[in-house]
């Protein structure tokens, strides 16, 4: 399932998608996660709505807290992976572009 992107969400909203962007809102219930993958060409960027939420990327390896109100960017490329922090909820906005989206599953 998570070859395509698939995975358990407590929720996924599609706000709007053009030719080479998307964004959507994603809410994670306590111990969901978007798990480890990454893009070809797209970069993610990320509004943390509530949370907070981290954002762990792998070469380099980094992890990123966001609390409501905060942003981050993933270029193409870095593998990450998106929880909530301490294994709670989250929900945030995620834009996708520029570029033909894929999901590249890592491990």
């Known amino acids: 399932m998570a070859a395509r992107g698939d995975y358990p969400l ?3 909203e599609l706000v709007a998608q053009a030719n080479g ?3 959507q809102i994603l809410t ?16 993610d960027t990320f509004f943390c709505m509530e ?3 981290v954002i762990e990327t792998r ?12 942003m981050h960017a993933v270029p193409a490329r870095c593998a990450h992976r998106v929880t909530g922090q301490g294994g709670g909820r989250a ?9 033909t989206y894929d999901f590249m599953p890592v491990g």
């Open 51 to 53: 949370g907070p939420m």
């Open 28 to 43: 994670l219930a306590p111990g969901q996660e978007v798990p480890w993958h990454w893009h070809t060409e797209v970069t």
């Open 59 to 70: 070469a380099p390896t980094t992890e990123t807290v966001l609390q409501p109100g905060q």
């Open 10 to 12: 407590e929720g996924r």
């Open 91 to 99: 929900k945030f906005a995620i834009l996708q572009g520029v570029g």
């Open 21 to 23: 962007l998307r964004m």
